[in-house]
């Protein structure tokens, strides 16, 4: 099932009355080992939030707490809640909750442009060759995570997870394989968790490892993006220490635009 398809569910699911609320689940092809896709919940939670927000407000800041696994193909629910509404800022909390329990929480910040004393343009820059196709990993199963098949990575540093590698960074470009309609902010979220984490090709053999919890900060401007873009990707490991790894990564579009900046704590199990 494509993105667009999954996006427009959870759209009308959120602005469906109680009683005429369709079901929301999500197929095994966006499966990541035991769970659904971080990337694809994180986003389609996101996407209910954004029905609830006026489009004059943008998304500044995106942060997820993964509470524990999505399982596929089982109907789950989102809640959204408006925690407050100023003259430029809104607050909103999502939550996907499966067999009543909280796994997914999403908090999003949303402002409007404001004239400002201070401009201070990023002007941090990548030196990665434009990507000619996906490179990334073959569908090898029960190892490859299903969800890669819809999200194209091309890497050019940084090694494979369970290598032995001694670097602890992954350099890319990642896009959708089928590109969808219109690439809004929910497709860059459900992108930019795409990569594995980068602290995992230190290891030697596979041990579980999950996503505890995410946070994106968006930067402005966006150019607006066409749905073959293909965005840089660099990700590097701050520290992993006690079974828990801190990594952070920047986000650019293809012309170079530093549009996000990810930081994830990662759970290990090794
Ligand atoms: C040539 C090379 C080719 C390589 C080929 C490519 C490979 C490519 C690798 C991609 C690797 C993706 C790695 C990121 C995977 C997410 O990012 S998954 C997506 C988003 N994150 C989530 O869904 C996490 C949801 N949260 C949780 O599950 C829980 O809060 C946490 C983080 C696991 C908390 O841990 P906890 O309190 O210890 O939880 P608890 O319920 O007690 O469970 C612990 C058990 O779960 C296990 N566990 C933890 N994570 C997992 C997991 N992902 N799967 C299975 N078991 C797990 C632990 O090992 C532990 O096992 P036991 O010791 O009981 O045997």
Not at 182 to 205: E, F, S, V
Request: hydrophobic share 40%.
């Amino acid at each position: 099932m494509h993105i667009d398809d999954l996006i427009e569910a959870t759209n009308h699911y959120i602005n469906s009355d109680n009683q005429d609320r369709p079901q929301l689940s999500i197929p095994k092809e966006w499966a990541q080992g035991r769970t659904a896709y971080g990337g694809l919940t994180g986003a389609l939670v996101y996407s209910a939030i954004r029905e609830k927000v006026s489009n004059d407000r943008v998304l500044r800041s995106f942060s997820c707490n993964f509470v524990g696994p999505v399982t596929t193909e089982t109907p789950f629910d989102i809640e959204v809640d408006i925690l407050r509404q100023g003259k430029n800022v809104t607050q909103v909390t999502g939550k996907a909750i499966q067999d009543g329990n909280v796994c997914v929480m999403v908090q999003a910040a949303f402002g409007v442009s404001r004239e400002s004393k201070i401009n201070l343009r990023n002007t941090d820059r990548h030196a990665m060759r434009a990507p000619t196709k996906a490179d990334f990993l073959p569908q090898i199963p029960k190892i490859t995570p299903k969800f890669l098949r819809h999200i194209d990575l091309a890497r050019q540093g940084g090694g494979l997870p369970f290598t032995g590698s001694k670097e602890s960074e992954i350099d890319g470009w990642m896009r959708f394989t089928d590109p969808p309609k219109a690439l809004t902010d929910a497709h860059l979220i459900a992108l930019i968790d795409g990569w594995p984490p980068a602290t995992l090709q230190m290891l030697k053999w596979p041990a579980p490892a999950s996503t505890m919890s995410w946070n994106i900060e968006f930067v402005y401007p966006h150019f607006g993006f066409s749905p073959e873009e293909w965005f840089a990707y660099q990700v590097r490991t701050r520290q992993a220490t006690d079974g828990y790894a801190q990594t952070e990564a920047n986000i650019w579009d293809s012309k170079g635009q530093l549009i996000a900046i990810s930081r994830q704590t990662i759970a290990v199990f090794d």
